[in-house]
């Protein structure tokens, strides 16, 4: 796709980054939510192993325990991008015509919506959340490299959770409220993802489970890479070809699914 052809996208994104800052006081309040949750997370792991004696399960020391459960809570935040919620929304109302009409890509579309909302949760809300507990807590310093990896592979976890975000919204056209597979679905990727319990804790077999499915690219993947929990480049580069992977197999299969969906939309005096 050439330049001229991305540019047809700029509007959407202009429009949900203008709609996004039109109301900060909602913004501001799940900023603050988003903090506090962020802080239950934090202090309940280090309550738990904080009077540990010894090392801690999974080769992890306080400190780097708290930057893993602190980060796992910021990927999340940006992940939130609400492309689930405003697609099957879109359905529900027949606003969804109104898409089919446009000369652009219905999921490059959502995707340009999305991406301001978790870039702007990213800066606005992770960057200050993650200063406020490194001035009251210890926690690890990665490497320059930690952080170069970390960025390549945060960028290929939006791109999974994107995926995963619009197969749910597309779920719209079967289903007229997905507010259930929403629920089922934020609790299966935050669990197997990484972002509530990390995965080097897991029993064996459960482990061995959340790494075969994509969700482990969301949060465990881009936090083994930013701790150096990777064996040499060889690990390293196998974690993100394994996020690639999953990020060009979810997209496919998003477009797959916004074929067949498409071919069964039915809109009131339509």
Known sequence: MNAAALRRYTPFAASSLQSLLQYRSTFLINALTATTAVGVQVFLWRAV??????????GYDLPRLTTYVLLAQVLGLMQASRVDEEVSGEVQRGDIAVSLLRPVSYPLSRFATGLPVSLTNATLVAVPVVALYALLLPLTTPTWGGILLFAFSAALSLVIGFGVNLLVGLAGFVTTNIWG??????????????????????PGPLAAVARVLPFQGMVDGPLRLLLGRYDGAAGAAKILAVQLGWALALCALAALAWRGAVRRVEVLGG
């Open 49 to 58: 192993y904080g009077g540990r004696p010894g090392g801690l399960p999974g």
């Open 181 to 202: 597979v929403r629920v089922v679905k934020d609790s299966v990727v935050a669990f197997f993802a990484g972002q509530v319990v990390p995965l080097a804790l897991m």
